[in-house]
């Protein structure tokens, strides 16, 4: 057992958003945003929006709703996860209206200005579905290893009308697609991006689905698992692992070609 020290960087509650477009009968698209050079953690990578929960998100969920508190910190997750897509990609998802884009351009300046999304969501007269954020996976990183800690939820979305109108923050993240797995992926494998290790993991899974209403019965079936990957010798080499029966495809890398943030 890795046990922690003084040294180890604290852990933190995250959520990540991976929103999905309905392709009908074409394999879906995902929305992936490549993060500044700048940043201090996956700096450079393409990852999916989202980001640390934070205490605005968890007063919010408390007004809310009520429940345990496992419940109550999967609402505050669920509440960064748009909270951050507005932030970093200037779409709000899980609207339970249509938001135009001056309306998101508005709620993104505020959040901006440090204005807390429960004000905006007053002041706008708005409400979001956070049902409409389905599980997906959860991932939490063992101590050792990793320069930041973060325990994050990740949630599978549809995006809504409008989804072709999101654009970069600037700061945060400096360029925004949308891609099928497969291509994010080969595009990795030409050294075109660079991906963390879950999110190579989560891509290749997502990759098994020809159509989203298939990978949406998946997210609906398969258990969600919190994933501490971990590190054993395997033929002389050392391999990141998770676990082989929490839906994911490929569950090992060779540790010194993983990218961990």
């Known amino acids: 057992m890795t046990h922690s020290s003084p040294l180890d960087p604290p852990l933190r509650s995250a959520a990540t958003v991976i929103i999905a477009t309905n392709e009908g009968s074409n394999a879906p698209r995902f929305l992936m945003a490549r993060r500044a050079v700048s940043m201090a953690f996956a700096a450079g990578a393409v990852v999916f929006p989202g980001g640390a929960v ?23 997750a669920r509440i960064a996860a748009i909270r951050e897509t507005i932030e970093e990609c200037g779409l709000a998802i899980a609207a339970s209206a249509p938001v135009g884009p001056d309306l998101v351009r508005t709620l993104r300046s505020g959040l901006d200005e440090g ?10 007269g708005l409400s979001f579905d956070y049902d409409a954020l389905a599980p997906f996976a959860r991932w939490c990183p063992q101590v050792g290893g990793a320069k ?20 970069a923050d600037g700061s945060e993240t400096t360029e925004l697609g949308w891609h099928t797995a497969q291509e994010m992926l080969e595009r990795a494998d030409r050294d075109e991006v660079k991906i963390i290790f879950p999110t190579r993991r989560n891509l290749e899974r997502l990759a098994q689905f020809g159509t989203l209403d298939e990978l949406l019965h998946h997210t609906q079936n398969q258990p969600v698992a919190t994933i501490s990957p971990w590190v054993e010798e395997r033929n002389g080499e050392k391999h990141l692992c998770i676990p082989e029966d929490a839906g994911y495809p490929v569950t090992s890398e060779i540790l010194s070609s993983a990218m961990r943030g």
């Open 54 to 76: 934070d205490e605005a998100d968890r007063a919010l969920a408390l007004a809310s709703g009520s429940g345990t508190q496992e419940q109550m910190d999967d609402l505050a």
């Open 148 to 167: 930041k800690r973060y325990d994050t939820r990740f949630y599978i979305a549809v995006a809504g009308d409008g989804h072709d109108q999101a654009i």
């Open 115 to 124: 204005r807390g999304l429960a004000d905006l969501i007053e002041k706008h």
